[in-house]
């Protein structure tokens, strides 16, 4: 039976004990596991050292499936190996040891009616001793699908009376995607309050993103006119492992990178940096408000957003660890480096950086924010003060910890501003080391390390125990994460990342750069068109196809030259446009297609004229204009912010108006045909530029729609098969007015419907993408070989 030792603060050094406060009862579910042996048991132990000095009085309860017999005895093995801080004197520690492994006690929880017991246990002990119950905490070490039958039971049968709390601590992974994380919420909400859950993510404990948030506020006058867009060229978030996944594989597999580590760890640290400041740190509330708004404001992600890498051991160790055969192919990936941007007043433009990965050249984590230098300085370097100099690099770096320096630690740039850190829990580094951090010396900044160095865990367990809730993830908090990651996940599932070799040896492979709102490889991989031996044919070979498709001229080439060559087309047009009639009218179509031809327009044709040009909508759906599913929405993000284009050159539809959507009595579609023949000479747009559904529709033209079609009408109100239904499009008729239409197809997807479309005649009805044939001017078809050669 377990013996339970109520220590007063003698225990700790004090002569005189304090009035109790209660029984704490904490239950370790998962005791014999990884994560408990290496740090959950250590978290335990300190707050018994933290805490018990003061009054409170604890058991800890280790539980698993495992047999109690071997359970006790993997439990003390872990036990065995706690250790103290250094203030502690090795005799004493010897003491307090002993005296935790005697509140300690292993027992095996399976059915509803070891939870029974368990609840009875406690109760008849507190009885037994007279003791007021302060609270219960429930520690899920376990895998997340055991979390909702622990729940129940707990909810049933093991809840503390009603004068004290509990607390339920959950470990991620928090779901695999929007929906499986909605749907585990849901499941825990029918057991548990919010104010009773705590998410754990432990880079939220470690001691250099834990002063993100102070070190913003205790320096705000020095940072105030810093921290934004005019001042910071880009924030660069990174946790890097030398290790890989062997071990770990059947968790890997299904999770990857991106789940692993970005989604949960670096997206947090990355709203620590970005968002607001609330006027309270530590009120959880004022907290989420604040990280809430710096979610809502990050672009969508897409495919473009992230390079992906896996380490070449990797299929091998899938093959082994999970008997597949030797010809399965592993497509997870474990290295990525992705572009967030975030659309507010103090954000945009400024890229951040995420990236992780195992198999690296180190292990290092570290937040750095670098700002822009436009100094001009005329003294040469070799005299210039490097600490001091505004042409030296200027940056702040929390350095969570390994690499270079090997612990955490906070640099400030020598020639930006000295700090204010908190005296008593962080100092500066006197003597500086001859070490080379980031481009600078070490020398060249203002250096701060903790006094004592404590783990996440101990530090993240004693906030569950002081009910330090600003220092979880809540329910918003994680599904509006993965609002942000399941798009991007959903893109790349198909995507075949890079070989890497691993460690030192993958020198630049594994590099990338910036392009507009896209990220790609400094180090391009040539693709092999023709896989035959000996073939050597490369895309270079087969750079620009010129053919025919459905009697009108056909380009074709790899995705990067077909969308370089559709936007020298483009400008082409306009050019002669702007000649002949002084002004350019461009009609174009949403979705994920022509966004690379977007962003190629905006970062690459310079001489573009858009002055002259007005900017047209093929088709729109039926919601507000900022909606991220808009056309307009993403032609803003991707084209029209980037690029100098006048307002009333500007024309998106009108699909909604008088507070509400697509409604006919607001007569949307007709108000756009009149602005169209009133702006557009004989309603002919210079280009049209199109897409192909899978289905043959065109534009917002769904197969057997009985608007659009044919008639008079110039706009029309359509429905579509896929949410959300309604639309407003340009009218088949009106299209074939334009003096050349574009027709833009890409991806292996599009492949079946491109044969079919090479087969049949005039058939608008039954395939929309068949009635496109400019009266009088001229159809031209872009097409990527995935979409015309599979």
Same mark, same amino acid.
């Given at each position: ?13 004090? /002569? ?7 029984? /704490? ?61 250094? +203030? ?22 399976? #059915? ?21 119950? &302060? ?82 506020? %205790? ?15 880009? @924030? ?57 708004? #710096? ?16 380490? !070449? ?14 010809? &399965?192919?592993?497509? #997870? ?6 572009? =967030?941007?975030? +659309? ?22 570290? @937040? ?30 929390? &350095? ?35 070490? !080379? ?6 020398? +060249? ?11 996440? &865990? ?106 370089? %060559? ?11 446009? @702007? ?72 024309? $998106? ?13 607001? !007569? ?17 747009? +210079? ?27 110039? /706009?029309?109100? #359509?429905?579509? $098969? ?21 027709? =833009? @197809? ?8 491109? %044969?079919?479309?090479?087969? /049949? ?6 395939? $929309? ?22």
């Amino acid at each position: 039976m377990l013996r339970i030792i109520i220590c007063a603060a003698s225990l700790l050094g004090s /002569v005189l004990a304090l009035e109790p406060q209660g029984h /704490v009862s904490i239950i370790l579910l998962g005791a014999t596991g990884d994560l408990a042996k290496k740090y959950l048991w250590q978290g335990l132990f300190q707050l018994y050292l933290d805490e018990v000095g003061r009054g409170h009085s604890f058991s800890f309860h280790g539980a698993a499936l495992t047999p109690p017999e071997q359970g006790q005895r993997l439990m003390t093995q872990a036990l065995d190996k706690l250790s103290c801080p250094p +203030d502690i004197l090795p005799e004493r520690c010897l003491q307090l040891k002993g005296q935790f492994l005697q509140l300690s006690q292993y027992r095996q929880l399976q #059915t509803a009616e070891d939870y029974v017991t368990l609840s009875k246990d406690i109760e008849a002990r507190l009885q037994q001793l007279g003791l007021r119950e &302060y609270g219960r905490i429930f520690y899920f070490s376990v895998p997340a699908f055991a979390y909702a039958s622990i729940a129940q039971h707990i909810n049933s049968s093991c809840r503390p009376g009603p004068d004290a709390w509990l607390r339920v601590v959950l470990e991620k992974p928090f779901g695999h995607d929007r929906r499986s994380a909605q749907e585990l919420s849901k499941e825990l909400g029918t057991f548990f309050r919010e104010e009773e859950m705590y998410r754990v993510d432990h880079y939220l404990g470690k001691q250099a993103v834990a002063q993100i948030l102070p070190f913003r506020d %205790q320096n705000w006058r020095a940072l105030d006119r810093l921290w934004n867009r005019h001042h910071v060229d880009r @924030v660069e978030i990174v946790m890097k492992e030398t290790v890989d996944a062997e071990g770990r594989i059947s968790f890997y597999e299904e999770y990857g990178v991106i789940r692993d580590v970005i989604q949960n760890h670096l997206t947090e640290i990355l709203t620590y940096v970005a968002m607001e400041l609330p006027k309270n740190l530590s009120n959880p509330e004022e907290l989420l408000q604040c990280k809430l708004q #710096t979610f809502r404001a990050l672009r969508n992600l897409d495919k473009g957003s992230a390079v992906l890498g896996q380490y !070449q051991a990797y299929g091998g160790q899938v093959q082994k660890e999970l008997q597949k055969p030797a010809s &399965y192919v592993s497509l #997870t990936p474990t290295f990525a480096g992705v572009l =967030l941007q975030i +659309d507010n007043l103090r954000w945009e433009g400024v890229p951040f950086i995420l990236m992780s990965g195992k198999a690296l050249d180190e292990r290092v984590g570290y @937040v750095r924010i670098v700002f822009k230098n436009r100094a001009y300085c005329t003294q040469s370097e070799s005299h210039r003060d490097s600490g001091k100099s505004q042409c030296q690099p200027r940056q702040i770096i929390f &350095y969570i910890g390994h690499g270079t320096l090997g612990s955490p630690a906070v640099l400030v740039s020598r020639n930006l501003f000295k700090p204010s850190l908190p005296s008593g829990s962080w100092q500066e580094i006197q003597e500086m080391p001859s070490l !080379q951090l980031f481009g600078q010396q070490l020398a +060249d900044f203002h250096a701060y390390r903790p006094r004592q160095e404590r783990d996440a &865990y101990s530090v993240l367990i004693s906030h569950i125990f002081h009910r330090r809730k600003d220092h979880f993830i809540t329910t918003e908090n994680l599904l509006a994460s993965w609002d942000v990651w399941t798009p991007l996940l959903d893109s790349i599932a198909q995507e075949v990342p890079r070989i890497y070799p691993g460690g030192t040896s993958n020198k630049h492979l594994l590099d990338f750069e910036q392009e507009g709102s896209q990220v790609a490889f400094v180090q391009r991989e040539v693709e092999q068109l023709v896989s035959s031996p000996g073939s050597g044919l490369m895309p270079k070979d087969f750079s620009v196809l010129k053919a025919k498709f459905r009697e009108s001229p056909l380009i074709s080439a790899w995705p990067e030259k077909l969308i370089a %060559q559709l936007a020298l087309d483009i400008e082409g047009a306009a050019e002669r446009a @702007v000649r002949r009639s002084g002004e350019f009218h461009l009609a174009l179509s949403g979705g994920a297609s022509p966004v690379a031809l977007f962003q190629r327009l905006a970062m690459r044709h310079y001489s573009f004229p858009w002055g002259h040009t007005h900017l047209w909508l093929v088709d729109e759906r039926c919601v507000p204009l900022t909606d991220p599913e808009s056309n307009f929405q993403g032609l803003h993000v991707h084209l029209l912010q980037h690029i100098r284009l006048p307002y009333c050159n500007i024309h $998106p539809m009108p699909v909604h108006l008088h507070r509400r959507l697509c409604v006919e009595e607001d !007569q949307g579609a007709e108000l756009y045909a009149k602005e169209i023949s009133a702006l557009v000479t004989n309603s002919s747009f +210079d280009l049209v530029l199109l897409g192909v559904g899978t289905d043959g529709h065109t534009a917002s033209l769904f197969p057997y729609s009985p608007n659009g079609l044919d008639g008079e009408k110039l /706009v029309v109100l #359509t429905e579509s $098969p896929a949410k959300p239904h309604q639309r407003m499009s340009l009218s088949l008729p009106l299209i074939n007015r334009a003096k050349k239409v574009a027709v =833009l @197809v890409m991806g292996k997807r599009k492949k079946e419907i491109t %044969q079919l479309v090479s087969r /049949v005649g005039h058939e608008p009805k039954k395939w $929309p993408i068949s009635g496109v044939l400019p009266a009088s001017g001229h159809l031209v078809w872009y097409m990527d070989y995935d979409a015309f050669l599979g």
